[in-house]
């Protein structure tokens, strides 16, 4: 018998409402009706993720010491709730084919109890293929067993990373959909975090199987030359963003590697315009007070958390000088004033550009500062390498 439902799909800040047929099995409609998948991740997902600070080297004390951190430092205040261990976890399968944690997980369901009581959430790693991208088990041919597992355990979040999977574009796409059908399954809602890096339009399809967050591009490094190119290169994806759906340009190296304090707020910056999912990867426990105010500016991560949930974009370029701007709920523009050059120098951003009238109120979000009111443009010097981020409302 076929069967109706109203399917609301939020595209570029607008609602469309769709009547769409069940009996069709609409992928899209599921996702958004299903087990409440766009409410999973309503907001970019915000936490912590061991991969860039700790790779292999990660067992159940860390994770625990780095989730008492998060809460002892005031992250977790600021909304940084996941703590999601990445690839080196699994151990063998048992006799039943359910997974095991290897010897430095003896206890995944008492880590994640630990982490629940203390008002955070709990995050893993799998693979589509057989092994992950470190060699460990995958999930291949053993999704539904894993779901359950997962779900058993109480994971709040899993991210499935695309390594050793053999098959084209299709293949993918139902191998990746196969497995959000069962964590739907479960009844448990876990965010789907896929790790897909950009090939074949993941931002396109991503939606249709489940995700929450995609990977646009391939890892970042530990450099302000690599963060650039993939945080300025996200440009044009906006329209696949919004509730329940990012495009995730990979973690936040602050506060770890080779970047200065003004390359540091320029990632942050550029993630937040870009309602990017915010996962710090420094050592927790070692953070220094700069990492700290980076990572915790609250009025930068309203704008990444903004209930409007759209994606930012470049307005203006000039040169090594570009202006990014991300509409809010409340009217207002957050803008950035980007400097990729390498010397300081003035940036200007023209209100007609970031869709402001004439006359506009100023706030320097780092400085957490009200600037005045500007007539057309704002202009700051900008170092090297460095933004000044604002919010500007029209005048009226
Ligand atoms: C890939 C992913 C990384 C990390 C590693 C783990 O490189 O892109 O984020 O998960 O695999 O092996």
Redesign the pocket.
């Known amino acids: 018998m076929r069967s109706t439902l109203t399917c609301r799909v939020a595209a570029g800040g607008l609602t469309l409402g769709l009547l769409l047929s069940l009996s069709m099995a609409t992928p899209r409609c599921l996702w958004a009706e299903q087990g409440g998948r766009t409410e999973v991740a309503r907001r970019p997902p915000m936490g912590w993720?061991s991969?860039y600070g700790f790779?292999c080297k990660v067992t159940d004390g860390l994770i625990r010491a780095q989730a008492e951190a998060l809460v002892a430092s005031g992250m977790k205040a600021a909304g940084y709730v996941y703590v999601n261990i990445?690839?080196?976890w699994q151990g063998q399968r048992d006799a039943q084919g359910v997974i095991q944690g290897n010897n430095n997980f003896p206890d995944q369901p008492g880590l994640a109890a630990f982490l629940h009581s203390k008002g955070l959430k709990f995050g893993i790693?799998s693979s589509p293929g057989p092994r992950?991208?470190?060699g460990y088990e995958g999930s291949f041919g053993h999704e539904e067993k894993d779901a359950e597992t997962y779900a058993a355990w109480g994971v709040d979040f899993l991210?499935y990373?695309y390594?050793s999977f053999k098959g084209d574009a299709p293949a993918q796409i139902a191998a990746y959909k196969k497995m959000h059908d069962a964590l739907v399954s479960t009844g448990r809602p876990m965010v789907f975090s896929l790790?897909q890096?950009g090939m074949d339009r993941v931002w396109a399809w991503g939606p249709e199987v489940g995700g929450n967050l995609w990977?646009t591009t391939?890892?970042l490094d530990y450099n302000y030359r690599r963060i650039s190119e993939v945080g300025f290169g996200q440009n044009g994806l906006q329209r696949f963003a919004g509730p329940g759906h990012w495009n995730d340009p990979?973690?936040l190296l602050v506060g770890l590697g080779k970047m200065t304090e003004d390359e540091n707020r320029t990632q942050l910056s550029l993630w937040c315009l870009l309602a990017a999912p915010l996962l710090a990867s420094a050592d927790l426990t070692q953070m220094t007070p700069q990492t700290r105010d980076i990572l915790m500016n609250p009025e930068v991560i309203a704008v990444d958390q903004d209930p409007a949930g759209i994606q930012g974009r470049r307005v203006a370029q000039e040169g090594p000088l570009e202006v990014w701007v991300k509409p809010l709920g409340d009217g207002g523009k957050a803008a950035g004033l980007f400097n990729r050059g390498r010397s300081a120098m003035p940036v200007t951003a023209y209100f007609k550009d970031l869709g402001v009238g004439e006359s506009a109120r100023v706030r320097d979000l780092w400085a957490r500062q009200d600037l005045g009111v500007f007539k057309g443009s704002f202009t700051a010097e900008v170092p090297k390498h460095g933004v000044v981020m604002i919010k500007v409302t029209s005048d009226k």
Request: with cysteine.
């Open positions: 993720n991969w790779g990445d690839d080196c790693y992950t991208c470190a991210k990373d390594c790790c890096y990977r391939g890892d990979d973690m």
